[in-house]
């Protein structure tokens, strides 16, 4: 995200110098009660590669529901003689985006609303492009599986790690297949103990299983269920259970991130610069060039995200253990 703010205001001071720009702390938050910071060169120097985000971010759940609140910040915006405001969020961010639009337009007033996909979890418009923060918090996770494995080898442990990503299989599926886990199980498929069982019993000393944050069964039912499949089946395995999850948020940003949220903070500021209207960005890779989506699809998840790996890359896996 850090990353994205450093694009986005020198990119805006260097096309256009006469400009202001002007950070919303925490978030939706921020926008609601007026509550901003002026930015310029010096002040997001040294940042691309920090973790989190030096205007802060905060839940805002209300936003979602309270129609005042929405009339406020659409209102706010206006007020304070905006011309543009850019996002970076999840699919919250983007869903408060589009209802923010629809008050804009309905009202003629001025700011248009440019929006990229920031998620560790890899659920938005994932069909486009993926999330910025999504490779940092894989970066993370391989390297906490790598510790984990070292324990689990030593002592011959079966370790049964809960990876973040909401309803999305992504971030636990592929944390899987870089850290070289015996098995990644996602949120809605059926998963057949008796086979974990028979996998770690064919390993010589560790078993390392990744668990999708949605997955309804708690590490410790997933534990239990396994430990009474190992003594009916005699596998002199011991079971840990641990939640890596808030430390794959935490961190420096990888490259690959610093890399598409300064592309995607330039491009969007470009076209700005033009004059363009609201709109959704997303990218592949940097120098990948996405046609922005309306925000009327962006926010609508069924049309614009995986709902699950797909079947190729499942294979793949599977044939990598």
Same mark, same amino acid.
């Given at each position: 995200?850090?990353? $994205? ?19 919303? %702390?925490?978030?939706?938050?921020? %926008? ?20 989190? !985000? ?16 929405? *009339? ?11 011309? =543009?405001? $850019? ?11 589009? !209802? ?20 560790? &979890? ?12 999504? =490779? ?22 079966? =370790? ?9 299989? =992504? ?24 086979? %974990? ?6 390993? &010589? @000393? ?24 190992? @003594? ?38 470009? &076209? ?18 996405? *046609? ?11 049309? !614009?995200?995986?709902? &699950?790996?797909?079947? *190729? ?9």
């Amino acid at each position: 995200m850090n990353a $994205f703010v450093r694009a986005v205001v020198r990119t805006m001071l260097n096309l256009s110098p006469e400009s202001s720009v002007w950070g919303v %702390l925490d978030g939706w938050r921020g %926008l609601v009660y007026n509550e901003y910071r002026s930015l310029g060169k010096r002040d997001v120097s040294g940042i691309a590669a920090l973790g989190g !985000t030096i205007l802060g971010t905060m839940r805002f759940p209300e936003l979602a529901t309270n129609r005042a609140l929405q *009339e406020r910040a659409a209102r706010n915006l206006e007020d304070q003689g905006f011309d =543009y405001l $850019f996002v970076i969020g999840g699919n919250g961010s983007v869903k408060a985006a589009w !209802t923010l639009e629809q008050i804009l337009r309905r009202e003629g007033w001025r700011t248009r609303i440019l929006v990229a996909a920031g998620s560790i &979890d890899n659920d938005v418009c994932n069909n486009y492009g993926t999330s910025i923060g999504f =490779y940092s918090a894989l970066e993370r996770s391989l390297e906490m599986l790598g510790w984990i494995r070292d324990t689990a080898s030593s002592h011959r442990r079966v =370790y049964l790690i809960r990876s973040m990503g909401r309803d999305s299989a =992504y971030l636990a599926f592929y944390a899987g297949i870089i850290g070289g886990a015996e098995y990644a199980i996602r949120p809605h498929e059926t998963v057949d103990f008796e086979r %974990l069982a028979e996998i770690a019993a064919q390993r &010589d @000393r560790d078993t390392i299983i990744v668990v999708a944050e949605a997955y309804p069964k708690s590490l410790q039912e997933i534990q239990q269920l396994l430990e009474e499949i190992f @003594r009916r089946r005699g596998i002199d395995r011991e079971i840990r259970a641990v939640d890596m999850s808030y430390f794959q948020r935490g961190g420096k940003a990888s490259v690959t991130d610093i890399l598409r949220a300064s592309w995607l903070g330039y491009r969007m500021v470009c &076209d700005a610069h033009r004059g363009c209207s609201s709109g959704f960005y997303t990218a592949y890779y940097i120098g990948h060039v996405q *046609e922005p989506l309306s925000l009327e699809l962006a926010a609508d998840d069924t049309r !614009t995200s995986h709902l &699950d790996i797909p079947q *190729e890359v499942i294979r793949m896996s599977l044939a990598l253990r």
